[in-house]
């Protein structure tokens, strides 16, 4: 299994964008959502147009079934991704999906292309280990960095634990790779 991590820096995760939507609005929407909302990439891809655009504008919650769980979900959508959803949806058929591949009727792109994608954006703007999977956690990581609520992440991930939680978003790995910096047994005098 390959191992994906979030992206911690906001200026690589711009330049992601930027590099995504120079090519594919499409592409660039969907990390967009992805990190801002921290949807499974299985949630994203099934979204249809009418889930995130009604009657002209961009939905202020979205609001689904986890395929996972099985549970209801609504997440808001921040202001900046409304305007992303309003820009790419205006006159875009509601019962299309919202990530369409180019390939056949009707079909959302596949978690294979929508990997695909996010490494080629990931290789361009040189970020190492991203994956689909990457969206998700980059939006827990951030969203720990900007609320350091980990009980409240914890919940919006589903997660069972907060130590899976850190792990997931990577603090765990964090913590212990800045405890490591400047160790070293054999140095220094302990006279």
């Known amino acids: 299994m390959e191992v994906v991590q979030p992206v911690r820096s906001k200026r690589k995760i711009r330049q992601m964008f930027e590099w995504l939507d120079e090519r594919n609005p499409r592409d660039s929407l969907m990390w967009a959502l992805g990190i801002n909302t921290g949807l499974r ?13 009604f009657r002209g504008a961009a939905v202020e919650h979205l609001k689904l079934r986890d395929k996972k769980t099985g549970k209801l979900t609504r997440r808001y959508l921040v ?26 009727r009707n079909r959302p792109i596949t978690r294979s292309r929508a990997d695909q994608v996010l490494k080629n954006a990931a290789k361009a703007c040189r970020v190492p280990e991203v994956g689909t999977h990457s969206m998700r956690k980059t939006f827990g990581y951030q969203h720990y960095q900007q609320h350091n609520d980990l009980t409240l992440l914890m919940e919006l991930l589903n997660h069972a634990s907060e130590k899976e939680t850190r792990k997931y978003i990577g603090i765990t790995q964090d913590v212990m790779d800045d405890s490591l910096k400047g160790f070293d047994a054999m140095g220094g005098d302990d006279d």
């Open 41 to 53: 990439v299985s949630d994203l891809l099934a979204l249809r147009v009418r889930d995130v655009w």
């Open 79 to 104: 202001p900046s991704v409304r305007e992303l959803v309003a820009s790419y949806c205006d006159g875009r058929r509601p019962e299309r999906y919202l990530f369409l591949s180019r390939q056949g």
